[in-house]
């Protein structure tokens, strides 16, 4: 790590960690290729190493861990594993460990059998793999509006004008369900936002995580769509006791942190 | 199988829910984090690293690919909370006592970096912001934003070699 510094091995050293922190895109990944080819070998996986050990080291708090794995998706990441085994063990004659024996092999045995196999593995983990990617579209797995609303923990709330103009005359709920941590916005006559310099963005305040509200999503209303609009809820983080919803206008795409000069909606949580 | 999910579950959904906007993409993003886990674990060499170290490369590797494929539109955390981070620790569920000893010299390494280093790092690494939030954030330049993070990993990589002693073994970086 004492290589005389360049600018050309600056750079390099900067696309790597962004490799490791945020990813490359493909004009940058070309660059980070070209560099390595003329500024000798780099050791990423350190980084990637480093990267992760610092991530751990720098893990959530028990006391924030309230979203451990739910136990529906437990069950359904076992029977992925269980029919990945079977695949396995089925197309590689040869892999005696299967499944058991990536966890030896995690474990510290050798499971050089495991490997010997593992074109066939990759050929049945392809398939799997496409056909969980048709499944499991997250956009087409968000819950249902009556999926929520039928949920015995779920709240519904009516907007209320907020300080800015905006949201004058108004009216339609936020359903939200923190089981689900997902919900609705429904509103009725929400003012289009021209979109080259507005987007409207969702903040739930939740006093049990911390004094900062969680992002809800960024959204907009296209010119033509009247009536009721429904927007689904992506909160950013684990929501686990929502006090009050509100609605401010952002620059295109949203904000990472709102300085609320525009609020024109708000629902708060009674209870 | 069963048991690599029972003892590394927490740890995953934790790094997954950092990345992703909602619990469908989380899940999502587990089962392929756990299929690459367990094609790649012929890779795994405990003289490198431990376990957890091992499924959390993978695990982060496949988050940011997941974040790059989506054109990197999510925004993992609404707003930052620095006050928690600096004291925040690993988990103290099913392997956390394991955790803390495997990367008790992460966090000292991590202790040992400048207070931009540290900031840096944690929004980028911990929460998960991209380097252009995090420069908005801070209102650092993006340019000083990106130098903190290549040289506080790289320094972090130093110490965490130097303390248990692998220091020159690494690839020079």
């Known amino acids: ?12 050293l900067d696309l790597l960690a962004d490799q490791v922190t945020e990813g490359l895109d493909a004009a940058e ?7 390595l080819a003329t500024e000798g070998e780099a050791d990423l996986e350190a980084l990637e190493r480093t990267a992760a050990e610092l ?37 590689a004659p040869g892999a005696s460990s299967g499944g058991d024996g990536v966890l030896a092999r995690i474990g510290g045995a050798t499971g050089l059998a495991w490997f010997s196999a593992a074109a066939a593995i990759a050929i ?38 907020g300080p800015d103009p905006l949201g004058e005359g108004v009216t339609g709920e936020v359903l939200w369900s923190d089981s689900a941590q997902a919900g609705w916005m429904v509103f009725r006559d929400l003012p289009p936002l021209d979109p080259n310099q507005n987007d409207y963005q969702l ?53 990472v942190v709102s300085k609320q000069d525009r609020v024109p909606l708000v629902a708060p949580v009674e209870g | 199988m069963q048991e690599c999910i029972d003892r590394y579950s927490a740890l995953v959904w934790s790094l997954a829910r950092r990345f992703t906007s909602t619990q469908a993409d989380a899940e999502d993003a587990v089962q392929e984090i756990f299929t690459d886990v367990w094609r790649s674990s012929g890779r795994f060499d ?26 990197r539109r999510l925004k993992p955390v609404a707003m930052p909370d620095e006050n928690q981070v600096g004291e925040s620790k690993v988990d103290a569920s099913e392997q956390g006592q394991e955790l803390t000893e495997e990367f008790s010299a992460a966090s000292e ?14 929004l980028s690494i911990q929460q998960g912001y991209t380097h252009a939030q995090i420069a908005e954030i801070t209102g650092m330049p993006l340019g000083t934003v990106k130098t903190h993070i290549r040289r506080g990993l790289i320094r972090a990589r130093e110490i965490i070699d130097e303390i248990r002693g692998t220091a020159g073994t690494e690839v020079a970086l």
């Open chain 1, 124 to 161: 049945a983990l392809l398939g799997w793999l496409m056909l969980f990617t048709v499944i499991t579209q997250p956009e087409e797995r968000f819950p249902a509006y009556a999926d929520i609303e039928t949920r015995p923990d779920a709240v519904r709330v009516a907007w209320s004008p």
């Open chain 1, 55 to 91: 991530s751990l080291a720098l893990g959530e708090p028990p006391s924030q861990q309230a979203d451990a794995m739910p136990a529906e998706v437990r069950e359904r990441l076992s029977k992925a594993g269980r029919e990945w085994a079977a695949g396995a063990s089925s197309g």
């Open chain 2, 109 to 122: 390494a991590f202790e040992q970096l400048s207070d931009d280093q540290q900031r840096v790092l944690r």
């Open chain 1, 203 to 255: 903040w739930i305040f939740d006093p049990t995580r911390d004094e900062h509200p969680v992002d809800g999503g960024v959204f907009n209303v296209r010119p033509d769509e009247t009536g009721e609009v429904r927007v689904p809820i992506r909160a950013k983080l684990p929501v686990r006791s929502p006090t009050l919803f509100a609605i401010t206008v952002e620059q295109p795409g949203g904000v």
């Open chain 1, 29 to 35: 990944r070309k660059q980070l290729d070209a560099l």
């Open chain 1, 1 to 12: 790590m004492s290589q005389s510094p360049t600018p050309d091995r600056d750079r390099m």
């Open chain 2, 46 to 71: 405990p003289t490198i690293a431990g376990e957890s170290t091992f499924i959390a490369m993978i695990a982060r590797r496949r988050l940011i690919d997941r974040l790059n494929r989506q054109g």
